[in-house]
T-cell receptor
Framework: TQLLEQSPQFLSIQEGENLTVYCNSS?????LQWYRQEPGEGPVLLVT?????EVKKLKRLTFQFGDARKDSSLHITAAQPGDTGLYLC???????????FGTGTLLAVQP | KAGVTQTPRYLIKTRGQQVTLSCSPI?????VSWYQQTPGQGLQFLFE???????NKGNFPGRFSGRQFSNSRSEMNVSTLELGDSALYLC?????????????????FGPGTRLTVL
């Protein structure tokens, strides 16, 4: 069974701070996705990383896929209250349209 | 264009009852997947429907079932509700049934139905 472990589980920081969220697995994934879920809403796709070692930037968010394609990280620079939410990594569940989600990181950015 | 809609948004049931949740995909999307989200287990795949056929099923008991109509709208049903079925049920639609992380087949999630079983 493929598992995606995220750390930390919870993170509470002040506006302007930097942070990194990790997504780790013992299995190799062909690609990984990162989602953000806000209260009362479904997850929204942020990025897909497909190549080992790949780095993608989305404004203040930087995503990296590990060289061995077993791990990924999300770095947020100068966090803002609008970044608050549940961050989820997801991998291919081995069947059509089946996503395996990570355990999640709940981020709270205090103004 | 309108996003994925789910009805109802909130539902309270008692143990032993059954419940039906509805999902309307984005116009033109033919695949609907269902997920269960709980604090303890996180987000788990329930099943996928495409062209009115169940394509895949997750590791859930037979009390969880679903169907898809010719207009791609989908319903899921949970019979003989248990306390542990309390969860946020999310559906996601995509254009077709294919590789989960394909850039050409992004899954769009609805806001979910919050089910509470008393």
């Amino acid at each position: 069974t493929q598992l995606l472990e995220q750390s930390p589980q919870f993170l509470s920081i002040q506006e302007g701070e930097n942070l990194t969220v990790y997504c780790n697995s013992s299995s190799v994934f062909s690609s990984l996705q990162w989602y953000r879920q806000e209260p009362g809403e479904g997850p929204v796709l942020l990025v897909t990383v497909v190549t080992g070692g790949e780095v993608k930037k989305l404004k203040r968010l930087t995503f990296q896929f590990g060289d061995a394609r077993k791990d990924s990280s999300l770095h947020i620079t100068a966090a803002q209250p609008g970044d608050t939410g549940l961050y989820l990594c997801a991998g291919d569940g081995g069947a059509t349209n089946k996503l395996i989600f990570g355990t999640g990181t709940l981020l709270a950015v205090q103004p | 264009k309108a996003g994925v809609t789910q009805t109802p948004r909130y539902l309270i049931k008692t143990r032993g009852q059954q419940v039906t949740l509805s999902c309307s995909p984005i116009s033109g999307h033919r695949s609907v997947s269902w997920y269960q989200q709980t604090p303890g287990q996180g987000l788990q795949f329930l099943f996928e429907y495409f062209s009115e056929t169940q394509r895949n099923k997750g590791n859930f008991p037979g009390r969880f079932s679903g169907r898809q109509f010719s207009n791609s709208r989908s319903e899921m049903n949970v019979s003989t509700l248990e306390l542990g079925d309390s969860a946020l049920y999310l559906c996601a639609s995509s254009i077709t049934s294919g590789r989960a992380l394909s850039p050409y087949n992004e899954q769009f999630f609805g806001p979910g139905t919050r089910l509470t079983v008393l």
